[in-house]
């Protein structure tokens, strides 16, 4: 079925320190992916995306990593600051659906 | 301004009352969805509306209605909720087509509290 999690519901970590963000997919249709940031108050803002066709893919500060053979998906935040806290998603297109499928989102906690 | 736009941002209704959640969109997108964000859980899709025409309605009850009068506006009506239906209501615009649904855009969301 459809379904996309997050091993861990919190992360904490110091403030310049390295985050990882873990996300598993269940769905091998899945041909595209994107990671959202949620602030306390606000909707949903895109990050950063990859498709399926590749494994990795470089943002600012971010880097997203694909690992189809074990459906995982993670989200790297480099030097990682106090505006990073937020509550971050990862979410997957069904190929040829026209909708993104959420998975339950990490609270990213920065402690300084 | 931002690019998507959601009124009101706050609301507290009664289980009788009826009321609407309005959505403006105004970057030229061609898809526009309501999302229904509850605590601790994951965003769930309500409806999806693509040109105009609902091409999704996902299980979600009677008592919501969505009405897309033209691509720039969503609206969703309410009417007889249950308190379980409080959330966090969110809007959404794509530009639908090609192989990927392409990058949301998320309005900041109606936060809805049924009495």
């Not at chain 1, 943002?59 to 997203?64: A, D, F, I, L, M």
């Not at chain 2, 009677?62 to 609206?75: A, D, K, Q, V």
């Amino acid at each position: 079925g459809e379904s996309v999690g997050l091993h861990l519901p919190t992360l904490s970590v110091q403030e310049g320190d390295n985050s990882i963000i873990n996300c598993a997919y269940s769905n091998s249709a899945s041909d595209y992916f994107i990671w959202y940031k949620q602030e306390s108050g606000k909707g949903p803002q895109f990050i950063i995306d990859i498709r399926s066709n590749m494994d990795k893919r470089q943002g600012q500060r971010v880097t997203v990593l694909l690992n189809k053979t074990v459906k995982h998906l993670s989200l790297q935040i480099a030097a990682t600051q106090p505006g990073d806290s937020a509550v971050y998603f990862c979410a997957e297109n069904i190929a040829g659906a026209q909708k993104l499928v959420f998975g339950q989102g990490t609270r990213l906690t920065i402690n300084p | 301004e931002t690019g998507v736009t959601q009124t009101p941002r706050h609301l507290v209704m009664g289980m009788t009352n009826k009321k609407s959640l309005k959505c403006e969109q105004h970057l030229g997108h061609n898809a526009m969805y309501w999302y229904k964000q509850s605590a601790k859980k994951p965003l769930e899709l309500m409806f999806v509306y693509s040109l105009e025409e609902r091409v999704e309605n996902n299980s979600v009850p009677s008592r919501f209605s969505p009405e897309c009068p033209n691509s720039s506006h969503l609206f969703l009506h309410l009417h007889t909720l249950q308190p379980e239906d409080s959330a966090l209501y969110l809007c959404a615009s794509s530009q639908a087509g090609g192989p990927y649904t392409g990058e949301l855009f998320f309005g900041e969301g109606s936060r809805l509290t049924v009495l």
